[in-house]
Nanobody, 124 residues
Framework: QVQLVESGGGLVQAGGSLRLSCAAS????????MGWFRQGPGKEREFVAT????????TYADSVKGRFTISRDNTKNTVYLQMNSLKPEDTAVYYC?????????????????WGQGTHVTVSS
């Protein structure tokens, strides 16, 4: 069983930055693919970014490419989402997810474990 705990959300003005963290339990974290998803007000949950297990290979949604960066520190069992140039449309609950398969995936159905989410609000 893997537990995921997100942190780092909050209120920020448009153009600002935030860094989300996701701390994971489990001794095989380094081999898991990790993903970030988000759900805005009145919207379906959507893919944001993913990073491959045992690698730094990443994939991003077009809406965040060039602004967000996903990274991982396997020594700390933590994955990060650095969010720059934030826009009001980035307002959402951000979820961290873990996939025991090391391959990246943009599909939430392919993730095995989920965190509780952290709120990000971007004011205009």
């Amino acid at each position: 069983q893997v537990q995921l705990v997100e942190s780092g959300g909050g209120l920020v003005q448009a153009g600002g930055s935030l860094r989300l963290s996701c701390a994971a339990s489990g001794r095989t974290f380094g081999t898991y693919a990790m993903g970030w998803f988000r759900q805005g007000p009145g919207k379906e949950r959507e893919f944001v970014a993913t990073i491959r297990g045992s690698s730094d290979r990443t994939t991003y949604a077009d809406s965040v490419k060039g602004r967000f960066t996903i990274s991982r520190d396997n020594t700390k069992n933590t994955v990060y989402l650095q969010m720059n140039s934030l826009k009001p449309e980035d307002t959402a609950v951000y979820y961290c997810a873990a996939r025991t398969n090391p391959d990246r995936s943009i599909y939430e159905s392919q993730y095995d474990y989920w965190g509780q989410g952290t709120h990000v609000t971007v004011s205009s």
